[in-house]
């Protein structure tokens, strides 16, 4: 073998590289960054093989997510969720998806998104849109989309293969059906199954929104004093996200405080903070390009009190109990073993049964949405887990207090990796964030 020289030597690639991970928001000519060529083809093979191994003729969307990670086209949040206002098909005999766009909008799709395979017109008449006309005409546009549908399907070659829809709309699949199409209602396990997977795309654009969730608790930590409003730090949380490039569908929130934060209310009100009280806020629904976030942290006015601390302690060791055994191979049933059950912790706020627990102590798959595959949750998990697979990304999250004095809840984001997860979320979670009075 020649001897390498300085002349001879090149670098080699790093699989694991993640020098830049989470920094950038933008594309530039300089870094690869997200490659968004392969993050819309890897997509599309994923829904296409999970078309292939349920035996899918053609798959119809109408939700927004669906449509998203299908055909890697969006607009307005006003459209979502399910309205009927756009949808799009993906019969298995072509390359790529069919998509039906709202109104004018599909003047700009077509010469944006070269990459579907055509765009039409969506005919509004299923989902919520579509029952908002008055019953007749609802009635003609239903016809006239399942016209539509029913043509492309059969111009795609199709004949009695099995059409899927991830929506169930009646009166669209009762005209489907009278079109001699056969329709099944798994199409929304079709998509699931294919999302619960990310590639290193999808996975960079979630680092990308946790480190934007991470400056948005920089910010609410500065803004922590006796005064503010749960609501003030709601806005501020929006402010953030939107200058350093993310969105956010349906509101950020989850901020409470003091007495008020146990048990959790989930949802932020004027109530002031005053010196002592905890704070904890999630900032879920935060996104960037689409991949959302969901994360807890707990704040306090001023110094905590010893009591608000063990019951911290409590939450933080049932969280890393949990998250120690996270690997491929284990199921989710050991995960939520971790936990003790809620009833025997919890009775001082009246849970008695376990399904009162639900997104307590709890794990969920997150991705486009805020619900994929899995969910970890002793309710379920104990008597029907599922198997956590390398590429998966989830959030684990507890939650204690104590009642009439306060609430801690604490919540990780996690990428399932060959041998563990790596913790996509940054904030400090070891102890209580102590914001000084003065």
């Known amino acids: ?57 053609a798959l119809l969307l109408l939700n927004e997510w669906n449509i998203r990670y299908a055909t890697s086209t969006w607009t307005a949040y006003w459209t979502a969720h399910s309205s009927g206002l756009r949808y799009a098909l993906l019969p298995a005999s072509l390359d790529a998806p069919i998509l039906y766009e709202q109104g004018e909008i599909g003047y700009h799709t077509r010469q944006i998104a070269p990459w579907v395979a055509k765009v039409k017109v969506a005919i509004g008449g ?12 609802h009635a003609m546009q239903r016809n006239k989309m399942v016209q539509q549908i029913a043509d492309d399907v059969r111009d795609a070659g199709m004949g009695k293969e099995l059409l899927a829809v991830d929506t169930w709309d009646l009166g669209l699949v009762e005209g489907l ?12 396990d079709v998509m699931l199954e294919a999302r619960k997977i990310k590639n290193p795309d999808e996975v960079e654009c979630l680092r990308i929104c946790t480190s934007i969730g991470d400056a948005i608790f920089g910010e609410v930590a500065r803004a922590i004093r006796p005064g503010v409003k749960e609501s003030e730090l709601a806005g501020l949380a929006h402010h953030v996200a939107y200058k350093l490039g993310a969105r956010v569908y349906s509101g950020i929130g989850s901020v409470a405080s003091g007495a008020f934060a146990w048990p959790n209310p989930r949802d932020e009100s004027d109530r002031m903070i005053r010196p002592r009280d905890l704070v904890y806020m999630d900032v879920y629904n935060v996104d ?36 120690q055994i996270v690997r491929p191979g284990v199921t989710t049933r050991e995960v939520a073993e971790k936990w ?34 899995p969910i970890i ?3 379920v998990s104990l008597e029907h887990p599922m198997v956590i697979e390398e590429g998966m990304t989830f959030a684990l999250e507890t939650q ?26 940054k904030w400090p979670i070891d102890e209580i964030t102590e914001v000084p009075l003065v």
Request: proline share 5%; hydrophobic share 30%; aromatic share 10%.
């Open 377 to 379: 949750w002793r309710a």
């Open 177 to 188: 059906q009278r079109e001699g199409l056969r329709v099944s209602p798994i199409g929304s």
């Open 126 to 137: 299923a989902g919520w849109i579509g029952r908002t006309m008055g019953v007749e005409a």
């Open 1 to 57: 073998m020649d001897k390498e020289t300085p002349m001879s030597f090149e670098y080699p690639r790093i699989p694991d590289y993640r020098g830049r991970e989470g920094t950038g928001t933008q594309a530039v000519d300089w870094e690869e960054r997200i490659n968004m060529e392969r993050l819309r083809a890897y997509r599309l093979r994923r829904t296409k093989d999970e078309m292939v191994r349920r035996q899918v003729g």
């Open 288 to 323: 960037y390009l689409g991949y959302k976030i969901c994360y807890y942290r707990t704040f306090s006015c001023g110094k905590a009190s010893q009591q608000a601390k063990d019951d911290y302690r409590r939450a933080l060791d049932w969280l890393y109990g949990a998250m």
């Open 400 to 425: 204690h207090g104590t009642p009439g004095s306060h609430g801690v809840r604490i919540e990780e984001m996690l990428h399932v990796t060959k041998s563990g997860v790596e913790i996509l979320s």
């Open 340 to 373: 003790p059950p809620g009833p025997q912790i919890w009775g001082d706020i009246l849970v008695r049964h376990e399904d009162q627990t639900a997104g307590s102590n709890w794990g969920h798959g997150i991705g486009l949405t805020l619900y994929e595959p």
